[in-house]
């Protein structure tokens, strides 16, 4: 049975109260009850039982929710939808820097490997010489199969040094259009759990194999008010949570009667209870416009060092968006006010041994991000940052996963903490957070009214000072072998820069505080449960 419990705003899941399952029971084949145990609101979820763990032969076991909800198989997050080692493509032209702004001569090399054919998914590499390559605008690579490759971090490699105005250093994208494609169909399924990799639809005569499709949850002002987002104002104006829809694009691997399997596990859950009438929406659509194959990879990037509000132009660094299969590696990145941003258009990206440092703090109350992962599937993996006052690792809004960081270290009082609007699908893996934070929360009415930020989250065998790891309503996260205080918040309500109002949320799932556990690392041992030892060759430094 499924268990709910009223409340003033409704009926919640068990599980979005912190009720944890603790036995079921068969009887003639058919499930007859669940037990539950209802933890110390405080302690409301922590866990002995393992929510993830290996069986004799080494294979991954696990453990459900009542309704299905497991941990997503984030294995797919990264260049080649993960373990696929990133290409070393060949040089096309060679720089040397000119003492002036090598602005448009680096962009005319970027232009003219842009022309170039196709080969093996490839055009070419512009290399940058050592030196400093002095940059006034933005580099723009538009076309598939181009990489910009420095020649080391180091004193003797090449540092690209931006000048003149604050702007983004280096943009890397398409212009993607997604186009729907015949009748819409709905999924027919009561419920969908999070982890799921295939759904039933009532209409799959004009989707086949190989067709991409867009799953879109219609926001219904029931499912608003089960979250507890249906209030939120802010000086006295009211803020919207999510908008109007919240979609994903997944591809088609086979049909079978009137079930679609999926590439890809989705990272969020499908009630049908808050949907639309008719359900959620699967559209078959055609993707265009969209590069692939495109990288940055071996330099230093310096900006000026400013004290700066972001309310101010800011100088940034990279931007990736409306890419799929992408990559940036091996960069030192000195005093951009903002660092990599993986866009809503990016798609297996992998950002790999990226370094930021901050010798210079933001003035105002708002904090920019080093990382900010509003696309699906991105890797981040060895990345760092150094500094205060700011995000290391943020997710943008109603993005869903699965995306990770994995095997970083961020120095500084900062925090990675998904920022807004429902993202789905996060895995913080072996990542050290020693002076800071790392949150899955309900940022209520911060900013223009982000509220519950993530559902479907994982922090694993990782380390903070703080956590704040909640449950959201119908939803889970999930704090497993971490160290730090792991802490409790209301949610957070507008009055000055220190809101806090009301009783404390629930509590996500905490199994073993402090003590690290087996698998070492999730998205390795996952990635080995999909696709074999060798896989793992792609995550070798």
């Known amino acids: 049975m499924i268990g709910l419990i009223p409340s003033r705003r409704g009926f919640r899941s068990l599980s979005s109260l912190g009720i944890i399952p603790m036995r079921t029971w068969l009887v003639s084949g058919s499930l007859a009850g669940v037990l539950f145990l209802i933890a110390p609101p405080l302690a409301s979820s922590r866990s002995a039982i393992h929510w993830v763990s290996e069986d004799r032969s080494g294979r991954l076991v696990y453990r459900s929710l009542p309704r299905g909800d497991r941990i997503v198989d984030f ?17 096309a032209v060679t720089l040397s820097p000119s003492g002036g702004d090598d ?25 940058l010489g050592p030196g400093t390559f002095h940059a006034s605008a933005t580099l723009r690579i538009e076309a598939s199969g181009v990489v910009l490759r420095g020649s080391g971090t180091g004193p003797a490699g090449t540092t690209l040094e931006l000048t003149g105005e604050p702007h983004l250093a280096i943009a890397v994208g398409g212009q993607e259009q997604i186009q729907p494609v015949g009748t819409v169909a709905h999924i027919t399924e009561g419920y969908v759990p999070s982890g799921a990799q295939s759904i039933a639809v009532d209409n799959t005569s004009e989707i086949a194999p190989g067709d991409t499709i867009r799953i879109t949850r219609g926001v219904t002002s029931a499912w608003l008010h089960f979250m507890g987002m249906d209030h939120m104002a802010r000086n006295g104006k009211p803020e919207t949570w999510v908008g109007n829809s919240i979609s994903t694009l997944r591809t088609i691997t086979a049909r079978e009667g009137n079930v679609l399997r999926l590439d890809v596990p989705l990272t969020d859950s499908y009630d ?22 495109d990288g940055i990879e071996d ?15 800011l100088f940034r660094a990279i931007r990736f968006d409306d890419l799929r299969d992408g990559w940036a590696r091996n960069l030192l990145i000195d005093d951009t006010t903002e660092g990599v941003e993986a866009g809503g258009g990016a ?13 210079t703090a933001v003035t105002s109350p708002a904090k920019p991000a080093d990382f900010s992962l509003s696309g699906t599937q991105i890797l981040l993996l060895r990345c760092s940052s150094v500094g205060n006052n ?20 961020f120095l500084g009082d900062g925090h990675v903490q998904p920022h807004q609007r429902w993202s789905t699908g996060l895995l913080i893996d072996n990542t050290q957070v020693p002076q800071g934070g790392i949150d899955m929360m309900n940022r209520g009415e911060m900013g223009s009214g982000h509220g ?8 694993w065998n990782s380390s903070a000072a703080t956590l704040v790891i909640q449950n959201p309503p119908g939803s889970s996260n999930w704090s497993i072998g971490t160290s730090g205080l792991e802490e409790t918040a209301p949610m957070k309500i507008y009055d000055g820069p220190h809101g806090n109002q009301g009783p404390d949320l629930p509590q996500g799932f905490i199994e073993s505080p402090g003590q690290r556990v087996a698998p070492a690392s999730l998205y390795r041992a996952q990635l080995r449960d999909r696709l074999g030892e060798i896989a793992l060759q792609a995550l070798n430094p």
Do not use: C, K
């Open 75 to 91: 294995s797919y997050a990264g260049y080649g939808a993960g373990g696929v080692l990133l290409p070393r493509v060949r040089a």
């Open 103 to 127: 602005s448009a001569a680096i962009q005319h090399a970027i232009d003219q490997v842009s022309s170039l054919r196709l080969q093996d998914d490839t055009r070419g590499a512009v290399v």
């Open 272 to 293: 049908r209870q808050y949907l639309p009438p008719e359900g959620a929406a699967v559209s078959r659509v055609l993707v265009t416009g969209r590069i692939e194959q």
């Open 299 to 313: 330099m230093h990037i310096v900006a000026p060092a400013r004290t700066v509000a972001l309310s101010a132009p």
């Open 347 to 359: 798609s297996r990206v992998t950002i790999e041994d990226v370094s930021i440092r901050h010798t």
């Open 390 to 409: 700011l995000f290391y690792v943020v997710t943008g809004a109603r993005n869903q996963g699965p995306n990770v960081v994995l095997d970083s270290r």
């Open 452 to 459: 519950w930020t993530m559902g479907w989250g994982v922090v």
